[in-house]
């Protein structure tokens, strides 16, 4: 392994490129600066901070912290899909039908791939467990979120067709099928795509560290491989599960278009 | 034949409002814009939230599947929607001589939506509703954007269903001659309550 180690000057010369990217935003005045400069310290302090965490946690394989620190990155990753719905839903589904979603197919997806692929010995071994948890709510996350905002956006916009077609006699499901069929796509076509142009267009992010970290190439390609297919499949059946229940929930149980059960955007955003 | 009872219905402000209509019964709603006339007719399709119940024939609203309710009790919006590309796909089974009632050609099955007019859309809307054979029917203006000729016909098929199948109509309409020409009564909704208008 000829792992080059990088130092902290190493990483002063990357903050110094952003900060100059920031003063570049001011002197065009794209009003970017701002968010770019603490974006940019965000990343610093929580990949430090998870760092020493994933340190303390890598030396002490105990099945109660990993619990815990997956847990954690649920309930960040449910946050995220809340945050960015523009309509959501309003009390506790705005938050519970994402996480909800994300949890039975994340966490499904992760259970399989450790114990029949993986196989390490204990099956929660954190440096197997927690980047693949990570990947896989990551990637979730981006499916989800997306399908969920697109449902009740156009759910918002055809209120009128929806109702329309319950008042010709159509079932719920009916009324707001294509909807939610479009929804889900939306939902899961990055993922596909990204499996379309892996290592074409661009080298995926995960192998690109593995290479860069000294690992073989080969091996490097087979670990990205699995990891693409998985976090495929739980995008996949977490965006379905959400959009379907969130479909659903659109309804009350006499079948009437229910969008005061869903949050108004804030003005302006 | 079938009847229709609103049994102290009351959505938001409105009601409660008790109305009886036997079968061939055609009831002339009127009121100021604002007064609640197409929440009425929802609630009593059972889009919107209310209290009270609706009765088709003795059987009630809340007891039968929401789906099977408004395939009998339809109602008729003031705005028609359309969402496949052609006409032909929004009908199941239609009678041609329907068409021809509201002067339509058989290809009309073949037109873009797009390209149809708002009163084309208004008059092939009333008849997708009519092709699934409701009994009772809720009408919501359903002759605002038509030409005298055309809402002349309208009326006529509307009249002619009613009488055929024994359907209960309850007719939103601003214009009150019209009111005169196809309702057997008339009621006026002002306040949240319906009062029977003297004629």
């Not at chain 1, 795509?193 to 860069?212: E, K, R």
Request: glycine share 8%; hydrophobic share 50%; charged share 20%.
């Amino acid at each position: 392994m000829n792992l080059i180690t990088l130092t902290p000057l190493d990483l002063a010369v990357a903050a110094v490129l952003v900060v100059t990217l920031a003063a570049t935003s001011y002197r065009l005045r794209l009003g970017v600066e701002r968010d770019l400069i603490i974006a940019t310290a965000r990343t610093f302090i929580q990949l430090l901070l998870i760092g020493m965490v994933l340190k303390v946690l890598f030396e002490n394989t105990n099945l109660l912290w990993v619990s815990l620190m997956a847990a954690v990155m649920l309930a960040a990753a449910g946050r995220e899909v809340m945050v960015r719905q523009q309509r959501r839903f309003l009390g506790w589904w705005g938050y519970g039908l994402g996480t909800m979603s994300m949890f039975i197919s994340s966490f499904t997806v992760t259970l399989l791939v450790l114990f029949t692929i993986i196989g390490a010995e204990p099956w929660y071994t954190p440096q197997y467990a927690i980047p693949l948890l990570g990947m896989m709510l990551g990637n979730t996350m981006n499916g989800v979120a997306l399908g969920l905002d697109r449902l009740t956006q156009s759910a918002w916009q055809q209120r009128a067709v929806i109702e329309s077609r319950l008042m010709l006699g159509d079932d719920s499901n009916t009324a707001i099928g294509e909807i939610a069929r479009e929804a889900t796509r939306i939902g899961m076509i990055p993922i596909i795509n990204a499996m379309a142009a892996a290592g074409i267009v661009s080298l995926p992010g995960m192998m690109t560290g593995q290479i860069l970290a000294g690992a073989p190439p080969l091996e490097a390609v087979k670990y990205q491989i699995l990891i693409m297919c998985t976090i495929t499949i739980g995008t996949g059946f977490a965006t379905i599960a959400a959009v379907r229940i969130g479909a659903r929930h659109l309804f009350d149980e006499r079948q009437r278009l229910r969008l005061d059960r869903l949050r108004k955007p804030a003005p302006g955003a | 034949m079938s009847q229709l009872r609103l049994a102290s219905l009351a959505v938001h402000n409105l009601g409660p409002i008790d109305l009886e209509l036997a079968a061939h019964d055609c009831v002339a709603l009127s009121g100021r814009s604002g007064s609640g006339k197409s929440l009425l007719l929802r609630a009593i399709a059972d889009l919107e939230p209310h209290t009270g119940e609706v009765f088709l024939d003795g059987v009630a609203c809340a007891s039968v599947a929401p789906w099977q309710w408004r395939s009998q009790v339809c109602l008729l919006p003031a705005e028609s929607q359309w969402w496949y590309p052609s006409v032909g796909e929004h009908f199941r089974q239609l009678d041609a001589g329907w068409l021809e009632q509201l002067g339509f050609e058989a290809e009309v099955l073949d037109w873009e939506v797009s390209r149809c007019s708002t009163g084309e859309r208004q008059r092939l809307a009333l008849l997708r509703l009519l092709s699934r054979r409701p009994l009772a029917l809720l009408l919501d203006e359903p002759t605002a954007n038509l030409d005298p000729e055309s809402a002349a016909r309208v009326e006529a098929l509307i009249e002619s269903y009613r009488r055929a199948e024994g359907a209960p109509v309850i007719w939103v309409s601003h214009d009150r001659a019209q009111g005169q020409r196809v309702a057997t009564r008339h009621y006026v909704l002002s306040t949240g309550q319906l009062r029977e208008a003297s004629s």
